[in-house]
């Protein structure tokens, strides 16, 4: 009889943030959550790029990036990612190179196309001029790979001579580089540059099939990556009890029905204030909510944890992030996250007894 191969398990971080807490009391349990997936052996912890939400606190992801650096041993850290077109270039690599400096061997830079905010943060993020103009997208790529090698890159004047730039003056190792999206473009250019590429199944499940046939049809081999090397996110919550699971989804999904019906952004909901709330949404509200709900892994660490084997073995991908949405009941500590760090254990123990 044949057993299915287990995934590795990794960790997408948003920093949520709750009706009464503080930034700095949900980065606290971010950090506390980082830490755990540490103990727990999850491979990788990457925290998101998103601006202006009530809701979340990952704007500055090589910020997060260090902090979680310091608090951690093994697990790599990273982005996942950094929306190229709100930075330069050379920022990015220098951000990237130090934080690869402070823990060498355990730095991921994700990077994607998209702003990660609607158009007003867009343009004042670009206030003081084009920044990453999303047209020279994959040529900012390819910078931001020479910049952070230990060769650097050169740049050449039309007039003659060039002039080399490093992202950090000696570099040992080197930040490892991640092509991000949920489109036929994101996986296309991630094949043809050689790349590792991650599917945004959290985000948007449309088109998951194609983006990674694609891929791995048109991959490019490299000397730093001979193989296609994908994995895929999931928005999970697993708890002691199906129903508790159930529960601790609902504020999540209802951010997210707020976010897709443009409704006024508020900090994520408790539990009881969504259960209180139940009828607030109409009919298309209520289909958008339950089409985004149908490709989340709720229930208790047995069934994610089953779900999850099934799901990458139907993808033939070795490892799957995971984006726990547990929400939190109002008598639980504002500076943790109980419901997030349970999923994370529920679901490592259940596969690890698998």
């Known amino acids: 009889m044949s057993i299915t191969p287990r995934p590795a398990l990794s960790v997408l971080d948003l920093v949520p943030v709750r009706t009464g807490q503080t930034s700095a009391q949900a980065i606290t349990a971010s950090m506390t959550l980082a830490a755990r997936a540490d103990q ?5 912890f990457w925290f ?28 790599r850290v990273g982005s996942g990612g950094v929306m190229l077109p709100n930075h330069s270039p050379l920022v990015v690599a220098e951000q990237f190179a130090a934080l690869e400096a402070i823990a060498p061997g355990r730095i991921d830079l ?4 998209a702003p990660g905010s609607d158009p007003v943060i867009t343009q004042l993020l670009r206030q003081s001029g084009t920044t990453s103009d999303v047209d020279r997208f994959p040529d ?17 004047f039309t007039s003659g001579g060039t002039y080399d730039v490093h992202a950090t003056p000696a570099a040992v190792t080197t930040p490892e580089v991640w092509l991000l999206g949920s489109s036929d473009y994101s996986a296309q250019l991630a094949a043809a540059h050689g790349l590792p590429y991650v ?13 990674l046939d694609l891929y791995r049809t048109q991959y490019q081999p490299t000397e730093e990556n ?31 029905i707020r976010l897709r019906t443009n409704r006024p952004l508020i900090a ?28 989340w892994f709720i229930g208790t660490g047995a069934s994610v944890a089953a779900s999850i084997i099934e799901f990458a073995a139907r993808y033939g991908v070795d490892e799957v992030m995971i984006s726990p949405i547990a929400g939190a ?12 760090t349970r999923t994370l254990e529920l679901i490592a123990e259940a596969q690890a007894a698998a």
């Open 329 to 340: 009941y109002e008598s639980e500590p504002m500076d943790a996250a109980p419901g997030r």
């Open 199 to 211: 599917f945004a199944n959290h985000f948007s499940g449309q088109g998951l099939e194609r983006a």
């Open 40 to 44: 727990l052996d999850y491979r990788r």
């Open 140 to 156: 900012h790529v390819t910078d931001i790979r020479s910049l952070v090698s230990r060769d650097g890159a050169t740049v050449r």
């Open 268 to 295: 994520q909901e408790t539990v009881e204030q969504s259960l209180a709330g139940a009828g607030d949404f109409d009919a298309m509200g209520d289909t958008m909510g339950q089409a985004a709900r149908a490709g």
């Open 110 to 113: 994700g990077i994607g196309r």
């Open 48 to 75: 998101a790029e998103h601006h202006n939400m009530p809701a979340v606190a990952s704007t500055t992801p090589p910020v997060l990036v260090a902090a979680a650096a310091a608090r951690t041993s093994r697990i």
């Open 226 to 256: 001979p193989e296609p090397r994908t994995f895929l996110t999931v928005n999970a919550v697993a708890a002691p009890t199906h129903e508790e699971a159930e529960e601790r989804t609902l504020p999540n999904l209802r951010t997210m």
